[in-house]
């Protein structure tokens, strides 16, 4: 069976990496349905209604798999595509199509996990726009493991619904909820049957994890919030295959706080080009920005066949800007402006099974909050679990500028995972400094670990810069060196990595001065 997708069971979170937010055109409303408009007058629950029986439509059969020992570790997962085609996925599969479904249209999904099952539940105050409220603090770093807080916050803060319901459950045993209520023709359940057996289980069917289930019941494993660990904690989905696409609201209902926001999909893999021509849309006052601010579209489309002329439109006090405010429209498709793509700062984060833990969420977010400011120059990838494969592949496929590494240094590698849970794979210095050489688009690497200036033992002139630590660094120091040296590279475009490296070196001075000399900075690394 082709599966794409492989599932390690030791970190529950990468789930949310097999959940994308973008759906074929068969898993999205039809135009003759609003969504905005569905949500705020009937609901989050009209909403999931209409998705859930677009869902049915696809005649999707519930897979029920032999217990398999080999899975006991890990398990496959059914991508959309192979779910859609071969029409049909086991409750795993059928739970994350369905968190998919709801995060493309801008629902906040709640992944279920039990012992032998998995369902959902969807947030009724919250959204992918707006995504904080109330039971969060329940949840660390995303999950939920304590099964009082999700009983506590399930109906009351969250809709469940059984999501093998939406498919034909031939030979579902009957004792438990997702086996009974198939009255239909088809084999699945009415939508308001799917939530019956979803709340069943939270209120009859399951026991807290370590507890001995009972006749029909299951233990709690754990609850993930998805759109928490994509956002907040760089379990970004895999495969995501639309084009380079940036857009940046000011002011604006986008930024769910009438603040600044900025929004950034980076495709992976071929994509069916685009055929709009290269465009910049400025739209001010106007209902373009959703909440009467300015937004700023731009879209880096191919090539169209003739060009159209060059155009300029300004429409003043006019319905073209959609709210009676201003609207221009710039169209250089002849001539097009050539712009520079952001520059990729590939994080790459580990800490295998037995070593020291790493704050690895504290980095990621330093470098984003010293990034997030010029979307324009600057685009961050998260890599976690990062296995030597990974970066490799990474490296590839992302061409980065920077590559900036969080992990355990020994003095002759780095410790990566070994994507197994077990002990970890050490990468070692001359190996990654192959893999840097093969890949000219880099401009420097940061080694935030330990022991890591044992790199450097064949430098030169110019790029690719390396930066390593002499000796031990405490986590804190390592997070305020870098969050300095990216600060100051993004402030300025013309930045040179000395000056860049200087200000990391102060910002330790402030933060850290015990290890002001651990920061290491050596020029045309060569391994």
């Not at 289930?213 to 907040?232: K, S």
Request: glycine share 8%; aromatic share 6%.
């Amino acid at each position: 069976m082709p599966y794409s997708h492989e599932f390690l069971k030791t970190e529950p979170r990468a789930l949310a990496r097999f959940i994308p937010r973008a759906v074929p055109p068969a898993l999205r409303l039809p135009p003759a349905i609003n969504r905005l408009d569905l949500l705020h007058q009937e609901g989050v629950e009209a909403l999931l209604r209409e998705l859930y029986t677009l869902l049915r439509d696809q005649r999707i059969t519930c897979d029920v798999e032999p217990p398999d020992p080999a899975m006991a570790a890990r398990q496959p997962i059914r991508t959309i595509d192979t779910i859609l085609s071969e029409k049909r996925g086991t409750c795993l599969d059928l739970s994350l199509l369905f968190c998919a479904v709801c995060l493309a249209h801008d629902l906040a999904p709640l992944l279920i996990v039990l012992e032998g099952h998995a369902f959902v539940a969807v947030a009724t105050g919250r959204t992918l726009q707006q995504p904080h409220g109330e039971g969060m603090l329940a949840f660390e770093r995303g999950m939920l493991t304590s099964f009082d807080a999700l009983r506590d916050q399930v109906p009351r803060l969250y809709l469940p619904v059984e999501c093998t319901g939406f498919a034909a459950g031939v030979g579902l045993d009957r004792e438990y909820p997702e086996g009974r209520g198939r009255e239909r023709r088809d084999g699945c359940m009415s939508f308001d049957r799917a939530v019956r057996a979803g709340e069943e289980y939270v209120n009859a069917h399951i026991v807290p994890a370590g507890a001995t289930p009972g006749v029909a019941q299951r233990a709690f494993l754990y609850a993930l919030d998805i759109v928490t660990l994509q956002d907040q904690y760089g379990f970004m989905p895999v495969g995501d295959v639309l084009p380079d696409d940036t857009r940046v609201y000011l002011d604006s209902a986008h930024a769910e706080g009438g603040g600044a926001a900025s929004v950034r999909n980076q495709g992976v893999g071929e994509a069916t080009p685009s055929a709009l021509p290269d465009a910049d849309r400025l739209y001010r006052r106007s209902a373009h920005a959703e909440g009467g601010g300015d937004a700023r579209v731009e879209n880096q489309g191919s090539s169209v066949t003739p060009p159209p002329a060059k155009a300029r439109r300004t429409y003043i006090g006019s319905a073209h800007a959609e709210g009676g405010g201003d609207a221009t429209v710039l169209n250089n498709a002849l001539q097009p402006v050539a712009r520079a793509e952001p520059a990729t700062v590939l994080a790459v984060y580990a800490a295998p099974t037995g070593s020291v833990p790493l704050c690895w969420e504290r980095d990621m977010r330093a470098l984003r909050e010293a990034l997030a400011p010029y979307p324009d120059r600057f685009r961050l990838d998260v890599m976690p679990l990062a296995t030597p494969e990974d970066v490799q592949r990474a490296l590839v496929q992302c061409r980065p500028r920077y590559l900036h590494i969080f992990a355990h240094g020994v003095v002759d590698g780095i410790l990566l995972d070994d994507g197994e849970g077990g002990r970890g794979w050490k990468l070692p210095y001359p190996l990654l400094a192959e893999m840097v050489r093969a890949t000219p688009s880099l401009r420097c690497v940061l080694l935030s670990a330990c022991d890591s200036a044992y790199a450097a033992n064949a430098t030169g002139s110019g790029e690719p810069y390396l930066i390593a630590m002499r000796g031990q660094v405490s986590v804190g120091a390592a997070i305020a060196f870098a969050k300095g040296f990216y600060e100051a590279l993004a402030a300025r475009e013309d930045t040179s990595i000395e000056a860049a490296f200087a200000q990391g070196l102060i910002r330790l001075q402030l933060i850290a001065p015990l290890y002001a000399g651990v920061p290491l900075l050596a020029a045309g690394w060569r391994g």
